[in-house]
């Protein structure tokens, strides 16, 4: 009898483990910024709570096609320079950056991703 509760806890306990696994701190979709005509850059399912950079040079257009918000920071290491705000972005919206402000050069996500993925 011992061996069939054994056998009867690991089969279930192990599903458990293999669907926690497969859970993680990123949003699903991918994040898009391009700078004029040249540069296009995508990231793939951003990592949760993680800072992420642009292109050293910056970005002028972000487009969010994940399921998670996300803040466009001007300065390096989602931070933002005195007199330049950072911006707002909501899930599955693009936006342009004022020229005369400066471009965005990183940015964090906003809440928690959601438990499937959108796309």
Not at 66 to 85: Q, S
Not at 104 to 112: A, D, K
Request: glycine residues 10%; aromatic residues 8%.
């Amino acid at each position: 009898m011992r061996v069939r509760r054994t056998l009867a806890v690991l089969s279930t306990i192990v599903p458990l483990v293999w669907a926690a696994t497969g859970c993680s701190d990123s949003s699903g979709g991918r994040i898009t910024a391009t700078r004029g005509l040249t540069f296009a850059q995508s990231i793939s399912n951003p990592v949760h709570g993680k800072c992420q950079a642009f292109a050293p040079l910056g970005v002028d257009r972000v487009s969010n096609h994940t399921g998670i918000d996300i803040v466009l920071h001007k300065g390096f290491g989602c931070t933002d320079p005195a007199g330049r705000p950072s911006s707002y972005l909501g899930t599955t919206y693009s936006a342009s950056a004022v020229i005369s402000l400066g471009l965005w050069h990183s940015f964090s996500t906003v809440g928690w991703p959601p438990p499937v993925n959108p796309n």
